[in-house]
């Protein structure tokens, strides 16, 4: 794994995730057990809401005392099925912005991993445009430069150094 400034390269094989769409009908894992919990809590109350029951025989109706008010469990039960369900939607809140940030990192691995291609490639050209610059020493060029009168500007007179090369002309 390479360090690139704030940015942090991670080897394909490990950056690898598997993204679900969300499909309603079909839970997830999470949503099953939350689902199954949340009917546990509520045959759980029923079944201690029978225990109740009023002088008639008859059972209460689910949530409310003989004189058709909530009961207390009923509130409490009532509140953490609330809480529950907040803390779920917090944390599919939660899922869904790393989501967005590690979509937002791929995309920068994908432009970084370009950049450095794109270096690459130009590296490698320098690289050979420096080859073919380089001239063998027997055809070195000498400049010379002079002003020139009329415009002002230099203007350079280019001849071969036989000298150099141990040949005279």
């Known amino acids: 794994m390479r360090q690139f400034?704030?940015?942090?390269?991670?080897?394909?094989?490990?950056?690898?995730?598997?993204?679900?769409?969300?499909?309603?009908?079909?839970?997830?894992?999470?949503?099953?057990d939350f689902q199954a919990t949340e009917e546990y809590i509520l045959r759980f109350y029923r079944r201690s809401s029978l225990v109740h029951e009023d002088f008639t025989g008859s059972p209460q109706p689910e949530g409310s005392t003989p004189y058709g008010a909530p009961s207390t469990s009923s509130i409490t039960v009532q509140a953490e099925l609330t809480s529950l369900r907040s803390e779920r939607d917090r944390l599919r809140w939660e899922v869904a912005e790393?989501?967005?940030q590690?979509?937002?990192?791929?995309?920068?691995?994908?432009?970084?991993?370009?950049?450095?291609?794109e270096l690459q490639r130009r590296d490698q050209e320098l690289a050979r445009v420096n080859v073919t610059m380089e001239v063998p020493t027997h055809l070195r060029i000498n400049i010379s430069t002079r002003l020139s009168p009329g415009i002002g500007v230099f203007r350079g007179n280019v001849h071969l150094c036989p000298e150099r090369d141990g040949r005279s002309t």
Request: proline content about 9%; aromatic content about 6%.
């Open 98 to 100: 790393k989501d967005e």
């Open 102 to 117: 590690l979509i937002d990192q791929r995309q920068l691995q994908r432009e970084l991993a370009q950049a450095r291609a």
């Open 5 to 32: 400034g704030s940015l942090q390269t991670v080897p394909e094989d490990t950056a690898r995730y598997l993204e679900l769409p969300y499909f309603p009908e079909h839970p997830t894992q999470d949503e099953r």
